[in-house]
């Protein structure tokens, strides 16, 4: 969310700026479970790190409209590799109330990626390759509601989050050829089936650091629904 890190700055210098910027987001935890849950319906893991490049145009000091372009890397419970795919987002940051060094912000994004798996790794350890056209999407809506302090050229802010997680494969069947088991053996499922995460409702907490008016560094942190961490730099022009 980084509610507030440019909004609270002191300095007001036109109408219209541009800032851009790079982001480190690693999501270190995020419970998942099946869309539609049944009897044996088993529960998962995802764990995911994002680099990318931000650019922002602020309104007003009130409003920032801003995309995410970078590249994405999911893990399921360290049991699969899926190298590093495109990821975008877009989103808008906006200062509902400012009142002296305080501000209340509204900020809501969407993100997405598709990922595409190269093999698994049994629980004998051994490495089952994916032969069928299989991938992912993961799609993302958070919007979070916080509340900043500026003491000077530092910011810290705290916030609630609600966030709407969903994976889905592009088909139900996996074909994995395993040659740990000898030349020709293979394996097919046809249930694979959509993930939604467990929780919604989570916390958010960050500081930002502002240099010369014109350069920020931002740490965030969020808990609860997941566990992650970013950090993101941007210059204003």
């Known amino acids: 969310p980084e509610m507030d890190r440019e909004s609270a700055a002191p300095q007001r210098r036109g109408n219209i700026e541009l800032r851009t910027g790079y982001l480190v987001d690693y999501l270190y935890k995020l419970p998942m479970r099946e869309e539609f849950v049944t009897k044996d319906s088993d529960d998962t893991e995802l764990a ?67 990922q595409k798996p190269s093999y698994y790794v049994l629980e004998e350890g051994h490495p089952a390759f994916v032969l069928s056209n299989l991938d992912f999407t993961y799609q993302e809506f958070q919007i979070a509601l916080g509340f900043g302090y500026r003491f000077s050229s530092f910011t810290t802010y705290w916030g609630a989050t ?47 650091l502002l240099a010369c008016g014109k350069m920020s560094l931002n740490i965030e942190s969020r808990h609860l629904d997941q566990n992650a961490v970013n950090v993101s730099s941007m210059i204003q022009y």
């Open 48 to 114: 995911m790190n994002t680099y990318a490049a931000i650019i922002t145009m602020n309104l007003c000091q009130r409003l920032d409209l801003y995309t995410i372009l970078g590249s994405s890397k999911m893990q399921e419970e360290e049991i699969g590799f899926i190298p590093r795919r495109f990821s975008w987002s877009l989103g808008a940051k906006a200062v509902l109330l400012q009142w002296g060094c305080c501000c209340f912000s509204v900020d809501s994004k969407y993100y997405a990626t598709k």
């Open 162 to 208: 609600y966030t709407d997680v969903k994976l889905e494969p592009n088909t139900n069947f996996i074909l994995l050829e395993i040659p740990a088991f000898g030349e020709g053996a293979i394996y097919s499922d046809d249930n694979l089936k959509s993930n939604v995460n467990q929780y919604r409702f989570g916390i958010v907490w960050g500081f930002s």
